[in-house]
């Protein structure tokens, strides 16, 4: 995506960038042609690694567990117009952290926001209702972790009501979303105010109405975590998993965003220890023997790892953590290594 924000200029002329971090701003290494040279520039020191491909990705990835680094080195994957607002907040301090889900416990629920719609094409009615148990099961699970609803009340659309909690927070408080995501293009401006389109996402809520995220942005607002879930036949499915490649992208799935939830709360000290708790947690897929695939269960995670009741055994996820626009950062799919 060349020319979205103004670390493009070095990914495109120089293959990357180390880039030393002054003031409020991280050390900066730029993922491009020459990362596996400039990387050394790093080495021992905590960097925030921008990329913008899933290879990419996996590889800085793999460095930060390979402790390549120093302690606190996270990987961002960027196509954001401007950075810069969520970088120099990394290491600040956090306030509060909300968790809202956005989870349909009834058909009428569940249609609005898995049916069909100017949105997407959505499920057939047959199997949204068959979903309706599991569903139910993952709301009790976030109510029981002291999470709020997002719904219509007060005389205000779940829309309505979202936005209102959102601009009534001081900025040093962080916002866990967990809901369904529709991704899809806004036109804003680059750094050298040329327009562009950039990743967005609408969130189908449960009364019908909709939350875009690019439109609650801003420096002086609070930091929104949204971790996208969707339905199981929505994840990566045998087909896909018997596919001969290294690494497929899969959406997460509404128990998987309940484990990464729960990972997410465990540390909140600041964003940059949130993001790097996700990225060296040992995620893993595995077979629940007791349990029907077609019922999954969340299972409480043990020997150092979060097993997620999945399909296939024993294998390693690693979780896109991408900046939005504004002050945004969306979970929204998992690579399957």
């Known amino acids: 995506m060349t020319g979205h924000n103004p670390y493009c200029s070095y990914r495109?002329?120089?293959?990357?960038?180390?880039?030393?971090?002054?003031?409020?701003?991280?050390?900066?290494?730029?993922?491009?042609?020459a990362y596996h040279v400039l990387k050394k520039q790093a080495e021992g020191k905590t960097a925030t690694i921008l990329v913008e491909t899933e290879t990419a990705y996996s590889a800085a990835l793999a460095d930060i567990r390979s402790n390549k680094f120093g302690g606190g080195t996270i990987a961002l994957f960027d196509r954001s117009n401007?950075?810069?607002?969520?970088?120099?907040?990394?290491?600040?301090?956090?306030?509060?952290?909300?968790?809202?889900?956005?989870?349909?416990?009834?058909?009428?629920?569940?249609i609005s926001v898995h049916g069909p719609s100017v949105l997407q094409v959505g499920l057939p009615r047959s199997k949204i209702v068959s979903y309706l148990p599991k569903l139910k099961s993952v709301a009790e699970a976030y109510r029981q972790l002291g999470a709020t609803k997002i719904e219509a009340a007060s005389g205000l659309s779940a829309s309505e009501w979202l936005s209102n909690y959102l601009n009534s927070l001081p900025k040093t408080d962080i916002v866990i979303i967990a809901s369904h995501v529709v991704k899809?293009?806004?036109?804003?401006?680059?750094?050298?105010?040329?327009?562009?389109?950039?990743?967005?996402?609408?969130?189908?809520?449960?009364?019908?109405?909709?939350?875009?995220?690019?439109?609650?942005?801003?420096?002086?607002?609070?930091?929104?975590?949204?971790?996208?879930?969707?339905?199981?036949?929505?994840?990566?499915?045998?087909?896909?998993l018997k596919t001969p490649l290294l690494t497929i992208s899969s959406r997460i799935t509404y128990p998987e965003s309940f484990f990464i939830t729960k990972t997410l709360i465990s540390d909140t000290s600041s964003i940059r220890s949130m993001t790097e708790r996700i990225q060296r947690t040992?995620?893993?897929?595995r077979y629940l023997d007791s349990v029907s695939p077609a019922t999954p269960r969340i299972e409480t995670p043990s020997d150092?790892?979060?097993?997620?009741?999945?399909?296939?055994?024993?294998?390693?996820?690693?979780?896109?953590?991408?900046?939005?626009?504004?002050?945004?950062?969306?979970?929204?799919?998992?690579?399957?290594?």
């Open 12 to 33: 495109d002329s120089s293959g990357g960038a180390f880039l030393e971090g002054k003031g409020s701003k991280p050390n900066i290494l730029v993922f491009g042609d």
């Open 82 to 110: 401007e950075p810069d607002p969520l970088l120099i907040r990394l290491d600040d301090k956090v306030g509060k952290v909300h968790i809202l889900y956005n989870v349909p416990e009834t058909e009428a629920e569940a």
């Open 184 to 240: 899809s293009e806004t036109l804003a401006l680059n750094s050298d105010n040329i327009p562009l389109e950039y990743l967005d996402g609408i969130l189908p809520l449960v009364d019908g109405t909709f939350h875009r995220l690019s439109g609650f942005s801003g420096v002086d607002r609070p930091m929104v975590w949204t971790v996208g879930c969707n339905t199981w036949d929505l994840m990566a499915g045998e087909a896909i």
């Open 282 to 285: 040992n995620f893993i897929l």
């Open 304 to 337: 150092g790892a979060s097993h997620l009741p999945l399909l296939r055994p024993r294998q390693r996820i690693e979780l896109l953590v991408e900046n939005t626009l504004g002050n945004n950062i969306l979970l929204d799919e998992k690579m399957v290594a």
